[in-house]
């Protein structure tokens, strides 16, 4: 049984910085993936960040051009995303992924297995 819940979403103006925070439940002794994804209204779900068990893998989208870090911390079964300098483009829904038995960091939503009911980014001009 895997459970996923975001935090840390809201509304902030244009340059402003986000911290969301995504609590893990798994019943797994095993390694795992971890990501973000993003969906805007109209828009298909997109991939913005994901890590490696370890933490030393990391992989991120072209739009996230070094504002965003992905980091996670195992013996809190926790995952975060640090977003600077947001942009009205970065309005959208933030749900955070896992897929079991991984010791990669995939970027494709079907290589994600659960996922959260995300946590809503709003970004004002």
């Known amino acids: 049984q895997v459970q996923l819940v975001e935090s840390g979403g809201g509304l902030v103006q244009a340059g402003g910085s986000l911290r969301l925070s995504c609590v893990i439940s798994?019943?797994?002794?095993?390694?795992?993936?971890m990501a973000w994804f993003r969906q805007a209204p109209g828009k298909e779900r997109e991939f913005v960040a994901a890590?490696?068990?370890?933490?030393?893998?990391?992989r991120y989208a072209d739009f996230v051009k070094g504002r965003f870090t992905i980091s996670r911390n195992n013996a809190r079964h926790m995952v975060y995303l640090q977003m600077n300098t947001l942009e009205p483009e970065d309005t959208a829904v933030y749900y955070c992924?896992?897929?079991?038995?991984?010791?990669?960091?995939?970027?494709?939503?079907?290589?994600?297995?659960?996922w959260g009911q995300g946590t809503q980014v709003t970004v004002s001009s």
């Open positions: 798994a019943r797994t002794s095993n390694a795992y993936a």
């Open positions: 890590i490696n068990w370890g933490g030393g893998i990391t």
């Open positions: 992924g896992l897929r079991l038995n991984h010791i990669g960091a995939p970027t494709v939503r079907t290589d994600y297995h659960y």
